[in-house]
């Protein structure tokens, strides 16, 4: 019952309270040297010693006043020390100034209340014991002088119950004081880990966050939304002076019509915003912002996901018919009725061909998740692919130009690096003079230890019409072409944490391929 769970010494509190008994020690002893008739009992004549005792008391308090606030150790006994010397001094003034009558007991409540309201349970009824002991004693000695009535020890009984009572009533408030406080802390820890949770997880969120009060202020933000409007010392502006625009729109949303609105920023940046009223009694104001080319982005890589899952599953549903069809072409070629039927089954060929590139390359994309990425010498591997290719399309030698020095490497699967030249190069060679050199293809490293590979043909180059184009998937100017060849490329290269462009400027045809370096 009197040992609290949640009990911690309590210096702060024990420090002021031995700064009041050391005033109130002052004050006795300024009343004493001038107003001494009135405190002491006549019939005793201490008048002389009483100073000087009141003066050691002052210098006892000093210490423990100086030990609880520079020497924090054994506070239980520090504590009970000073609780006894108020006794001590007290049954002294109550002996010297006639008994329970002369009020000095009253101090002892005092002491009594505030030590049980820092101290220890049991501690606390020793107090009060000791208390009552010492009062009783004293009472009792002065009507064994005769110098008190007999009937005084009622009153001394009825003030050492006082003391029982304060210490107990003040112990029950301090148990309660600890316990509350206890709870404050625990939901402040509480409260402090949420705010940092919910801090975290606003930073890292994708979308922008203002928090706006009802005079339009700016409170608080996160990076996004830093980024997304430029916002420049943010905490202390307007929603008006950072975006007109955005302010307009939380003026329509107040008056009660659209909670969401698109607008551009200032530097050409499409953003939708979304208003939410917050709970607070300030008023303050959610604002999200959203990137809507994020957004796009998402939604167009959602739908050539399930693009590419429709059309993987078409493809292997397309092969084996496609197959029985060119075998019936190969076996009506072995009857010969005339020119045009070889004509006929030409035609019939060259489209099965066809579609069975574009059923192989939409299957190469669907693997375009199974990497193994590794360390490839770029120079020896180039080297490689330009011997193979050549002997594949039956190049003159010399056509495919190799320029990469032999200590460079990247990180790549060998399997996609391989396709992502073939149809790069392939659509170099197609459109270049066909001469010696015709397609190039070096590499260099740049400062941030990333590989640039290089793809460049003598050709016309591409159209500025349909530069936006080219990587989009079925889009193709060649006639016997599937559409898929770049596009596949940019994904594989994507997949391997690798980027690929066009070059904008250049005369001819000319793409950057930027990969991990070792």
């Known amino acids: 019952m009197w040992l609290s769970a949640t009990w911690e010494a309590s210096w702060p509190p024990f420090s002021y309270f031995n700064l009041y008994r050391l005033l109130l020690a002052s004050l006795l002893l300024l009343l004493t040297l001038f107003f001494e008739g009135g405190l002491i009992n006549a019939q005793l004549g201490h008048f002389h010693s009483v100073p000087w005792g009141i003066a050691a008391y002052i210098l006892f308090v000093a ?9 924090r150790q054994r506070f239980n006994l520090q504590l009970s020390l000073q609780v006894l010397g108020d006794v001590v001094a007290t049954s002294l003034l109550m002996w010297i100034g006639g008994g329970v009558g002369s009020g000095f007991g009253m101090l002892l409540i005092v002491s009594l209340a505030t030590a049980s309201l820092v101290g220890q349970g049991r501690l606390v009824l020793f107090y009060a014991a000791i208390s009552t002991l010492t009062t009783l004693l004293v009472q009792a000695g002065l009507v064994f002088r005769e110098l008190q009535d007999p009937g005084s020890l009622v009153q001394a009984g009825l003030l050492s119950a006082g003391f029982f009572a304060t210490a107990i009533l003040a112990r029950l408030l301090g148990q309660r004081v600890m316990v509350n406080e206890d709870l404050a802390k625990q939901r402040g820890v509480s409260l402090e880990n949420q705010s940092r949770i919910s801090q975290r997880i606003i930073e890292r969120m994708l979308d922008g966050i203002l928090v706006v009060d009802s005079a339009g202020k700016i409170l608080r933000h996160n990076p996004v939304a830093r980024s997304m409007l430029h916002l420049e010392d943010a905490d202390s502006r307007t929603l008006d002076k950072c975006c007109v625009q955005l302010n307009d729109a939380m003026i329509v ?21 979304r208003f939410e009223e917050t709970a607070s009694t300030t008023g303050e104001v959610l604002v999200f912002l959203e990137d809507l080319r994020r957004l796009k982005a998402q939604a167009q890589q959602i739908k050539l996901a399930a693009l590419g899952r429709l059309t993987a599953s078409i493809a292997h549903e397309i092969r084996n018919p496609l197959s029985a069809i060119g075998h019936a072409g190969e076996l009506l070629k072995e009857e010969r009725r005339g020119a045009m039927q070889d004509r006929l089954l030409k035609i019939l060929a060259d489209n099965v061909a066809r579609l069975d590139r574009i059923v192989g390359d939409v299957l190469e994309l669907g693997r375009r998740d199974r990497i193994q990425m590794e360390k490839l010498p770029l120079a020896a591997f180039c080297k490689q692919f330009a011997d193979g290719f050549e002997a594949a399309e039956q190049l ?26 073939w149809n790069i190069v392939g659509n170099g060679v197609r459109y270049s003079s066909g001469k010696s050199g015709g397609v190039l293809i070096n590499a260099c490293l ?9 793809i460049v043909d003598d050709g016309v180059g591409v159209p500025e019409a349909i530069r936006n184009q080219i990587f989009e998937p079925f889009f193709t100017t060649y006639h ?39």
């Open 63 to 71: 210490a423990g006043w100086a030990a609880s606030r520079h020497w």
């Open 253 to 273: 949303w107040r008056a009660g019509r659209e909670a969401t609105a698109d607008l551009v920023t200032e530097n050409g940046d499409e953003v939708r915003v």
């Open 396 to 421: 003159p030698s010399g056509v495919l130009v190799i320029n990469i020095d032999p200590a460079l490497t990247i990180r790549f699967d060998r399997t996609h690096l391989n396709q992502v030249l």
């Open 446 to 454: 740049r400062t941030d230890g990333e590989i640039e590979l290089h």
């Open 480 to 518: 016997q072409g599937t559409g898929l060849g770049l596009f596949i490329a940019r994904e594989l290269c994507e997949a391997n944490g690798a980027s690929l462009e066009l070059v904008s400027d250049a005369k001819g045809g000319h793409f950057i391929l930027v990969g991990k370096g070792d």
